[in-house]
């Protein structure tokens, strides 16, 4: 434990009891609610990821932004100050797609069966076409339902983590994400870009109810977007005049679906790819992929569409309820084996991409995850980048997120050395300009 | 329609079961083909094969006009006679209730006017091995679903139809199954690896007990027990405990091969090894326990992506390099009529044409206890004989006439009375 | 395996490979009488088969003496090489696409190929009255969906009559699910002709439209609703019907109302009593697409014939033999052989199924289905003649390049089998784990 070390303000000495522990996992710096004081980090090696690396470097941090940092920083008298010595300094990890704090799934029309996740509440009726709008509640915002209390906030900022793009992901038109901060903080607070795009998958409802096929659920999304060009003709003609006109329906799956400001489509194996490349590009939208783990195999028509492409770090393995006398296909035993140099040809390529969590609950296998693109020809920049700045890119937050520079969110992770290193150990974490000091384990790696 | 001249002219003729059927090429099976031969026939058996047969005074004698005579196919497993329509279940017979139903005997629920005879005999096929089981699906039947019948394509009742009604017992032997298919549910359910093995030693332990069922009563009624009841189920076991019914034992892929041998080896029981389409490194298994194999088609699609191609078009093949005895069966009643060309495929990728021919006559005949009467143009055999203007496994060739117990069947059926019908219509 | 995703690769591919001419052949180019004899290959395309050719300079020769060169076999219906088949949750799902869910690597695709099928119509499931898009691919085994598609090749729909639209054969029909129409042969009838009159409305409403907008009155665009634009593709000859049916109550039926909306079937698939009907068939000007020998798995097979495919042949009808089977569509050559037996084809005739008619039938005749000069390369060569059991491919092109070689792949199973070896030790706990080598 190192609570109450000497720049930390005086709090009386907690008594956890050690089930606690784990749980309470960080503690935030005592007063967070309030206004943050100034935080200096002193002689610490500091990596921006925008800039060069410095080698001894200050950092402030003021109201929760990056005030200034170099070689010579004037601190001012009443900031903390923290000796980094031998620590270095990076912007704080942003998990690109995840459920974090996203709130509640909400119930959707043809979500019957129970093949489709977590069951329906009772009643959910099949759906008979895309006009019942079948999966799709495009128009919730995570920003809207966050839950601030979700634990799981605290389990990942201990890892480092100080952002993550968050999504309603059920069905098919799951709802809009939101880049928010891992703070303890009010839900309103902890947003740092209330939309950032909508979230779709190719999901089927239950047995009798539309779309029940891969090919249904595309032509569902088809659907959807000609529908919504056709009721913005009909608004702007009844917006222009009303009279002698029907009013064209309300309808709130297309108003979420216009409100998008891009679209995340899967594509995981290579033909998910194109095939999501090519939906996006007759949709006139602009697209997200994720999935990425045979995107080794497409490279080119990525790079070529400039779409960028989430990779899971949830590599595949093998299934662990499988027969293990199975011979598996080489097909599958390639792909098991390349997917994790996926990261290494985007970044050949020069595609952009970021890491996601893809349900992954510790963040120590999201680490393990990307310590393997790592071990398979990702240079260590590129995927420091993969999960700062690239995402802060992808979601339009890079004026905000990503990098260490003045005017930026102070979301920083401070390390005792390279931060994908199994040895290294996270020593703070700065969210909104908030310090974090993780609780360590006892045998926390 | 030459077919059609020919069994005309051939149901003019006299004495039906005794005829002297000359100007063809035989092929025995057992022996090399034979050109310019003859068959003398009588009372349905064969008499006589030969280059130098004289017609003996005022016996028919029938001019095979220079076809080729093969002896009448077996196939080694269809539902014929038990099933019409696969998907009308108010026809179907196969897969009673229960897990232990030894006591069953297809023969018995044989529909003799079934269209399938005809429609199966036409191509060539003169006896099949019925069986009480579906397997084509996964459906009913249960782990001993009854005995396997053996019968001829011809006769005005199952009685007629009898060769063997308990040509084997049939035994399905327990396979881990990973997936299962629900009503209701599009695609089949995954089942966790480890549940999925405890069903299966649950169901093996069911199997083991019944035998030990069995033992106990066959002990009981060696001695004499007075107090003994009668246990019809278990009565039915007792011929296949003394090794004279065979088991018919169903297993396919390399694992449940090795365990159901294992199991047939522990219970000394006559084993025919069945429904086998993947025994991989089994295959020394199957070669050191020396049972015969009955196949599944060989047009079945490999198992797994990475098979070869020719995967199951290529296991005959590789059966007979290991000197392992098989015989063909359908394992369905639709295609029941193919059994012939599934041969043909087994010759074009690797089995001997000679040996493929043999898969659906003599191998059959001799794995079935049938090898003195049936699967070969042999004197005293029965003169189950097709007459044919080519090779029967050919698909171009035409089967013209066919004889079982040395009466001309003919090659008529539904279908070729709706083809003169429709091909009539104005 | 070159770079699977890129159709200018594959092209540049096709226009760099040299020319290369199969000698000493039986060629069976099934539109004229067979001969021994060569085939050029240039540029993909056959540039020349004869008894004698010009042999282009630098062109690899391949000695055939022996063995028989065939057009590329064409299954009319299909279902291989997709991630769906069925959207089987509304009567009318013509909305969704087999051209959206092409799985290019789908093993059923290398074994269709290994058995000379070199082109194949991807039909949507019997599921629904009015099932969904078809595609026309090409079995380039090692491209990518997209460039499997058959470019230029008309698009179709599928339609389906009888038991499996009425869902007699459903699971949920087993279960407690409850019925959807249509439930019976009459409701099937109807399903379409709803939608067609639905169809007819939705083309009106495009063409008021269209009317307002050249005469320059304002006008809002109507919805697009992708349901109804195949349908009207459908009745201005734009796409093509497939019709899955069986009874020859429901073939009449489905032709009529065709008639009744002016448009015309295209093809009725497995059509297992359309030898009973062959003369309406014949006079409508649909094409029929049938198995050789299905019979007696459901009540609407009971009256299948084998005879089917030659009474209809005989009686005017353009005939093809399809596969709708993974199984079958690997020797679609011994299937089409049956029709000798049955019903007395001749070779050519029978030959003729499974190339030039389904060609025909899928309007692609000018490129593929014959060997004639100009025509697309594809081509199967046989050890044995290809209406024989015993017959194995050896040698498949698509487009000129050699797709399936059955030497090649003999040579290649061991090290498929090394190299699974080495990615099973790899992942062995314990192992070391390298880097992978990345595939090109």
Redesign the interface.
Known sequence: MILGQADSPPMKPLRIPPCARAALALLPFLGAAADPPALAVRNARIVTVTGPVLENGTLLVRNGLIEALGGNVPVPANAWVLDGAGLTVYPGLMDALSTLAAGADLPQPGAASP?NGPSAPSGAT?????EDRPLTTSWIKAADTLQAADRNIDLFRQAGFTGAATFPTRGIFGGHGAVINLASAPAGKMVVEPSVGLYAALAT?G??????????S???I??IY??A??YV??KE?YAANARGRQRPAYDRALEGVLEARRLLLPGSR??EI??SL?LAAELKVRAVLYGGHEA???T??LKQSGMPILVSVKWPE?DP?????E?E???Q??L???A??SPA?LAQAGVRFAFYSDGLQSPDQIKRGVR?AI???LDETAALRAMTLAPAEIFGVADRLGSIEPGKIANLVIADGPLFAETTRIRYVVVDGVKYEPVQRENAR | MRALYLAAALAAALHAETFLLRNVTVHPVSDPDIPNAAILVRDGRIADVGTRLAAPKGIRVIDGKGQHVFPGMINSATMIGLSEVGAVSAGNDVGEAGDFNPQLRPLIAVNPDSEHIPVTRANGITSVVTLPVSLTGTSGGGIIPGHASLLRLDGWTWEEMEINRAAAMVLQFPE?R?SINTP???RPV?I???E?RRTYESRLRDLTTFFENARRYQRARTAGDAQLRTDIRLEAMLPVLEGKVPVLLLAGN??AIREALAFGGREKLKVILGGVRDPGAAMAAIKAAGVPVILREPTDLPG???DPYDHNYSLPARLHKEGIRFALGSFNNQFARNIGFQAAFAAAYGLPPQEALRSVTLSPATIWGQDDSLGSIEKGKWADLVLADGDILEPRTNVTQVFIHGRETGVESKHTRLYRRYLARP | MK????LALLTQAILAAPPVVIRNAHVIPVTRPAFTGSVVIENGRIRQAAEQVTVPQGATIIDAAGQYLMPGIIDCHSHIGV????????SV?S????E??????EIAIYRALAGGVTTANVL?GSANSIG?KCAVIKLRWGA???EMLFEGAKPGIKFALGENPKRTNS??SRGA??A?YPTTRMGVEDVIREAFTEAKAYQKEWREYQLKTERREPA????????LEPLVDVLENRRFVHAHCYRSDEILMLLRVAEEFGFRIRTLQHVLEGYKVAKEIAAHGAGASTFSDWWAYKVEAYDAIPYNAAIMLKKGVLVSINSDSPDVIRRLNTEAAKTMRYGGLTETEALSLITINPARQLEIDGRVGSIDTGKDADLVLFDKHPLSNYAVAQKVFVDGELRFDRARDLAARPE?EA??QA??E??RPGAR?A??R??Q
Do not use: C
């Not at chain 1, 099949?126 to 895309?130: L, V």
């Not at chain 1, 047995?207 to 249904?216: T, W």
């Not at chain 3, 809002?220 to 349901?227: E, H, M, Q, S, V």
């Open positions: 093949r099949p759906a008979r076409g895309p409802g047995a009798g109810s539309f779309p029940s096929s891969l090919m249904g595309i032509s569902y088809r659907q000609a529908d060009a056709h003709a009909m003609a290579a033909v194109e095939r090519r080794y195999r497409v080119e028509p093998r309820n499988g027969d293990p006398d011979v296909s080489l097909r035993l390639r098991r084996a390349q994790p140099g040809a393997r071990e398979n020809g | 881990v990973l209701g549910e599009l995954r966790p690896f480890l999925a390399e694992r797994r992506e990475d | 770079h699977p995703y890129s991630e769906a088949i069925n959207e089987g949750s509304v799902s909305m969704a696409g087999i959206d869910v092409i799985a290019p690597e949507h969904g990518s969906a997209r699971p949920s699910g409850t959807r809002i665009a109507p919805r697009r609703d992708f349901k498929r190299a699974r990615l099973l790899r992942e784990r880097p992978a990345r595939a």
